[in-house]
């Protein structure tokens, strides 16, 4: 901490050609303030779907609640605040004390002190990473399938003593929206863009090649379909229960009666939890799904609870900060699923 006042402010074959991600020589990958799998435990590597699918870790909610006010702004927020607001989604103080701490070790907050007071903020770097996730969250289910039938593979080979090293790049391969195929061998529908490339690079210390590919079946009993790497059954019971947890809060909302905490809590759990889906679901080709896929029924409902309740959640943050602190500093808003969206730019400016 610093000691100065907080600032206001296989049996298929492949047709494909070769686009091997290439780093630098003599690069370092840079360090990512998220493991993805310390503070998002239910992001399993390796796994079909993610090891956990309910309940919500501490430091999964405090980096939530946090973002979910300050993400644009990097506002300041006193301590005892964080923990208040924690201590309603039913973490206690000491847990969420706790989890404010292993977030400022690893970089993700940054703290300092004012007499006997201690407030956080997001680092730049958690803010960017934040703001890239926020807007894939935004974009989620928004854009037309129009899916061009290929794959994009990416196939690794790291050693066994490398262990760190595997589990953080198949890890941020779940992040990306890939699922294993294979154990070396992920894919994902998409085309890999630039920021994907170097992300991929940076992790792997270019120990991988990636295609873009398209599935030939060769009709062979023991054949694999692309599609397969991911459970779809279980992702669509996913998507039925989101819908069914949610969906009776709606009227409550609609009439203005979901108010004070309450809408603090239920903002900040609805995105804790449906920010899971693009990991789960990374807009998967509608073609290759059963017939009434929810994906769409599950963003209106997410759509409507996170903005439905954004002005009275943001009234109570103001309060509880003002309580604590003895007023509210600017800077504090709660964004809708459409300023998540610009969110990236304002983060890389800060």
Known sequence: MTSAPPPTAPTHRLQCVSVAVPLPAGSVPAVDPFDIEEIFPDVETGSVLPRRQSGSSPQGLAVTLVADYTLSTRAWLPSAAIVALLGESGVSSAGARTAVSRLARRGVLEGCRHGRHSSYRLTPAAATTLSVGGAR??????????????????????????GTRRRALRGQLRWLGYAPLYDGLWVSPHAPGPRVEAELAAVSLGAMTVFRAHHVDV???????PIAAWDVAAVARQYGA???????????IRSGKVTGAEAVRARTEVMD??????????????RLLPPGWPRERG????VA???????PAQEHVRAVVAR????????IRA???????????TAARS
């Open 137 to 162: 969250i935004a974009a989620f289910a928004a854009p037309a399938d129009s899916w061009d039938g290929a794959w994009t593979l990416v196939a690794f080979s790291l050693p066994k003593d490398q």
């Open 219 to 225: 009709r062979a009993a023991a054949g694999r379909d």
């Open 242 to 252: 989101f819908v069914r947890n949610w969906e009776p809060l709606l009227p409550r």
């Open 273 to 286: 939890t449906y920010r899971r889906f693009p990991v789960l679901d990374p807009l998967l080709p509608i």
């Open 299 to 302: 963003r209106e409902v997410f």
């Open 305 to 311: 609870v996170y903005d439905g309740l954004a002005e």
């Open 324 to 331: 604590c602190a003895g007023d509210s500093p600017p800077g």
């Open 335 to 345: 964004h809708t699923v459409t300023e998540l969206s610009a969110c990236s730019d």
